[in-house]
Each structure stands twice: as structure tokens, then as C-alpha cells.
């Protein structure tokens, strides 16, 4: 049995020795690759962040460093080895005091009274004093272990905590903190986007754009323009009130007109302050205030009119804060009923304008509200026998303004059809005079054309023959310049023997130019008159 007991000691011995160096092994802390695939620190939007904090929180806020680390244990490697040793020979201890630490995750221990980290890993603790707290995760947003606070504050937050040994709050940037202080004790994230955050005794207040904050400084009435403010005690925070146009609601209600005729009425008021600083130094609560003015308001108007006089409504006017008249347009639900004689019509319209022109300038002047409407929702009369013989009244009236309008229509078609007529003839002669002027100005232009048409063919004619006559003269003088010039050419040549030899042929042809008939006589038969000298010196001149 003891030999048995020594071999299992020896094996668990071997597996644990073997566990130990394999974890030694192991980093404790993310590898330099793993951290680079983190998201950059962006610097720059803590600056902006800062800027919209108020100057006087600035310094309690502790910038984030981007490059803080988790310190945990690391031994030397004279400790690693007796380590290595001890859980050989304490095998059975050793597996009892094993803490295994998994990737991302760290384990709070403490030896003695100081606080440890250990990374991922196998680790042993072989002293009684070296306890295991517990293990985290170390992504947790908060991880607290002795005076050591890992923190990680997302964007649009402050972490806050308290300096116990000054009392001042401790305001955390977005980003990641590690805080060895043993006076230091987290409180609680701030979320930026929250109206009202409480740092201890401070209280960081934020007012949006369309209101304004309510708050005293040295027991003064102090305006919250949009922004960050801190409230520092004695001072005080009230509320935040908006700017924007308000409805406010108004119970229904039951009011006698003069003539004893009870009407219920159910109505809303649109309101805005546009004076807060007027408003709350006047008014202790502004919708109670609104409510009690405007239901008597309506009250008195309903009681001081009749029935009658109320459908005699006339366009209400009032100031507003530029000193200039206006008038009331807002159209008043459920005055438009066409069924209805007119006072009925002006009926809801009255009692708007009457409680505009009432309320609003005295509002505006002593609270600084402005009352920009009323929306009577129902305005009725309450006794229902009433109502219902008013009603048959409406009938009536309603028939008669019917027929009357359709008489009036008839009318005034039949007024349009003779105008219709009047127009179609008068169209129709004008039509006609001017197709008859037209016809008139086309002849006119046709005449006037032919006759430009005719005086420019009788001007190109004579231009024509003008042209012909002095080309033919200039012809006849070419012709006579040349036969001159022949002439002179012939009498010049006749003083050559080819001349008159020439001049001799032409006088023969001249001679037998109209002969029918020639005879042929022999020499000597020649009558006495061939004989003479003329011919004898022609003939010698041949010869």
C-alpha cells in the first residue's frame, strides 16, 4: 500500500511539475499584435469634451492614459525554480492551491495584506496568507481589488469618485484608468446626455437648446443659458422650463351667459415664456397660474355677452413685445359648420378673439408669457332641450339661405348666358369686319403689286431696247469703220499692177453682172466700139 501511495504521489508529482512549466510559458498580459488591433485613442475628442465641461470642473478631471497597463506578479527566476520545486515535492498541497487563470481573464489575490494581480495562467499559492479574492474578466468597466481601481469610461460618460483624504470629486475621462490610491473610492459613471447629474454635493446641469434653467447663486434668480453648468452649494438648482410653445390643458368647465343660458366649455392654451427671468420672480407655479387666468378668463367673458351678442364677433387685436398692433388669425377648431345661420358660425370664433384681447397683453407685460392661442375644443349649449330647439332654428334658416342661394344662382347664370351671347355676337362681328378688312388690304396689295409688277417690266423693256439700240450703233459704226477702212485698203491698192488688174476685173463683173447670155466673137470681128482705145489698153496692158 505505501509503494502504491509513492507511485501515485510520483505521477501526480510529474503532471503537476508539467502543468507549471507549460503555464510558465503562457504570457501574462495581451501580446503586442493582439493590442495594436485595438481602436485608437482619440485625443482629440476628449479636448472637444472638455471644452463644453464648465472651467471650474475642469480640474477635477483626470485624463485617461491610452497606454496604462494592468501590473501583475512576476516572479524572478531563482523564484520561478524553487517554485518549480516546491510543487514537485508538495504535490498533493500544490494541487489543493492551484488558481487557474484563463485568457482575458485576471485573478485578485492577497498576500498577506497586500493585493496581487496574476496574469493568465497556472499559479500555486503555497503560503497561508496567499488567498485567492476572486477572478474577473478584464474588459469588467470596473475591477476594485485593495487600493487598486481598474476603470474604463466610455464615450459620451465621467467616471466619478471621491478623494477621501481631500473631499474633492475625482472626475475620470473617457478612456482607460488604473488607480493605485488607497484615499481614492469609485462612485458611479455620469452620463452626459442626462438634464441633471449629481457629483457629490455638486450637481452638473445641462440645458438643451428651446429651454433655459432655473437656478440660484447667492439666493438670486439666476438664468441657465443651453450648456453645461455646475451648481455649487449654497447655490441651488430649481428646474429646467422650456421655451418652446406649450399646450396646456384646461379642465371643462360650465359658465352662464347673461341670458342664463349655460354653455360647457372644453378648451386648451397655447402658451411661451418669453421673459423666463419675469416669469419665475412673479409666478410660483406657471401652468396653475395660466389654468386659474384663463378659465376665468372664459368664465367672465361667457357671463358679461348673451347669446345673440356672442355671434357678433369682431377681429381682436393686441400688442405684442415689439409694441405693434396685431391681429388674431389663428383659425378656432370647430367654428366652420356651414349648416349653421352666422352668429353660430362666429360662434367660437368670438369667444377666442374677446379672450385674446383680454389675456394676452396683460400676460406678456406681468409674467413674461405670451399666450399665442386658445383652442376651444367644444363649446356647447349644456340644456339639451335648448340646444335641440336652436338647432330646428339652424334647420330652417339653413333651408331658407338655401333656396335663397339657389335663386341667386339661377339669377346669376341666366345674367351669365345673355352675357355669354352678347359676347359670342359681338365676337362674331368682329370677326367679320376684320375678315372684310383683310380681304380689302389683300386686293389692295395684289393691285399694288401688279402695277410694281408691270412699271418694272416696262422699265427693264425700254432698258432692253435701250441697250439693243445703242448696241446696234456702236454695230453700224464698227460696220462703217471697217468698210472705210476696206475702202481705203482698195484705193490704196489700186496703185499697184494687182490693183488695177483688180480694179479691171471688178468693172468687167460689174458689166456682166446682169448678163444672161455671152458670145464669143474671133479677133478682127470685133464691132468698131470693142475697138476702142479702152479695150485696146487693157489688152496691151494683158499682153
Known amino acids: 500500500t505505501q509503494s502504491t501511495w509513492g507511485a501515485w504521489q510520483i505521477c501526480i508529482a510529474v503532471a503537476v511539475a508539467k502543468e507549471v512549466m507549460m503555464a510558465s510559458s503562457l504570457p501574462l498580459l495581451m501580446k503586442p499584435e493582439q493590442s495594436s488591433k485595438l481602436p485608437s485613442y482619440n485625443k482629440s475628442h476628449q479636448l472637444d469634451l472638455m471644452a463644453q465641461l464648465p472651467e471650474e470642473l475642469r480640474h477635477y478631471v483626470v485624463q485617461a492614459d491610452p497606454h496604462a497597463t494592468v501590473h501583475t506578479v512576476k516572479r524572478s527566476g531563482v523564484s520561478k525554480f524553487l517554485r518549480k520545486m516546491g510543487t514537485v515535492l508538495l504535490a498533493p498541497y500544490a494541487v489543493c492551491r492551484m488558481v487557474l487563470v484563463k485568457e482575458g481573464q485576471i485573478a485578485l489575490t492577497w498576500n498577506g495584506d497586500r493585493p496581487e494581480i496574476l496574469g493568465a495562467g497556472r499559479h500555486v499559492l503555497f503560503k497561508p496568507t496567499n488567498l485567492l479574492d476572486k477572478i474577473v474578466n478584464i474588459s ?3 475591477i476594485v481589488h485593495g487600493p487598486i481601481s481598474i476603470i474604463r469610461v466610455q464615450d459620451g460618460q465621467l467616471g466619478y469618485g471621491i478623494d477621501s483624504e481631500t473631499g474633492h470629486p ?4 473617457p478612456g482607460k484608468h488604473v488607480i493605485n490610491s488607497t484615499t481614492f473610492k469609485f462612485m458611479s459613471y455620469l452620463a452626459l446626455d ?3 447629474n449629481d457629483i457629490g454635493t455638486f450637481k452638473l446641469v445641462r440645458i438643451e437648446t428651446g429651454n433655459v434653467g432655473i437656478a440660484y447663486r447667492k439666493a438670486e434668480l ?15 438648482f430649481r428646474c429646467v422650463v422650456s421655451t418652446q410653445q406649450c399646450i396646456l390643458e384646461l379642465p371643462k ?4 351667459s347673461s341670458d342664463y343660458v349655460q354653455l360647457a366649455v372644453k378648451a386648451d392654451v397655447f402658451y411661451r415664456i418669453v421673459e423666463p427671468e419675469k416669469t419665475f420672480l412673479n409666478i410660483k407655479d406657471i401652468e396653475i397660474s395660466i389654468r386659474e387666468t384663463a378659465v376665468a378668463t372664459l368664465s367672465g367673458i361667457i357671463r358679461n355677452s348673451t347669446l345673440a351678442e356672442i355671434g357678433q364677433s369682431a377681429k381682436a387685436t393686441y400688442h405684442n413685445h415689439t409694441g405693434k398692433s396685431r391681429g388674431s388669425t389663428t383659425s378656432v377648431a370647430g367654428g366652420d359648420d356651414p349648416s349653421a345661420p352666422p352668429f353660430h358660425q ?6 377666442h378673439d374677446q379672450f385674446i384681447e ?7 407685460s406681468d409674467w413674461g408669457v405670451s399666450i399665442e392661442n386658445i383652442r376651444i375644443e367644444s363649446l356647447k349649449i349644456a340644456n339639451e332641450r335648448l340646444a335641440q330647439d336652436i338647432s330646428g332654428q339652424a334647420v330652417i334658416y339653413a333651408k331658407t339661405q338655401a333656396a335663397l342661394a339657389n335663386a341667386q344662382s339661377e339669377t346669376q347664370v341666366q345674367a351669365a348666358a345673355a352675357e355669354r351671347n352678347a359676347n359670342t355676337t359681338r365676337i362674331d362681328a368682329l370677326a367679320k369686319a376684320n375678315a372684310i378688312e383683310a380681304e380689302a388690304l389683300a386686293n389692295a396689295n395684289a393691285i399694288k403689286l401688279e402695277a410694281e409688277a408691270k412699271a418694272k417690266a416696262i422699265e427693264l423693256i425700254a432698258a432692253a431696247e435701250a441697250e439693243a439700240t445703242k448696241m446696234r450703233a456702236q454695230a453700224e459704226k464698227e460696220r462703217l469703220r471697217l468698210e472705210g477702212e476696206g475702202k481705203r485698203m482698195f484705193v490704196e491698192s489700186l496703185n499697184t499692177e494687182f490693183g488695177h488688174q483688180l480694179a479691171l476685173f471688178d468693172i468687167q463683173a ?10 464669143w466673137l474671133p479677133a478682127g470681128t470685133l464691132p468698131p466700139i470693142l475697138s476702142s482705145n479702152l479695150f485696146a489698153q487693157n489688152k496691151d496692158n494683158r499682153m
Open 358 to 364: 383680454t389675456l394676452h397683453d396683460h400676460v406678456l
Open 346 to 351: 362666429s360662434f367660437y370664433k368670438f369667444v
Open 222 to 236: 439666476c438664468i441657465l443659458q443651453p450648456g453645461f453648468h455646475l451648481i455649487v452649494p449654497p447655490d441651488r
Open 194 to 196: 442626462a438634464i441633471q
Open 140 to 142: 469588467d468597466s470596473v
Open 170 to 173: 475625482v472626475l475620470l475621462s
Open 253 to 256: 368647465m360650465l359658465a352662464e
Open 510 to 519: 460689174n458689166a456682166f453682172k446682169n448678163t444672161e447670155k455671152l458670145a
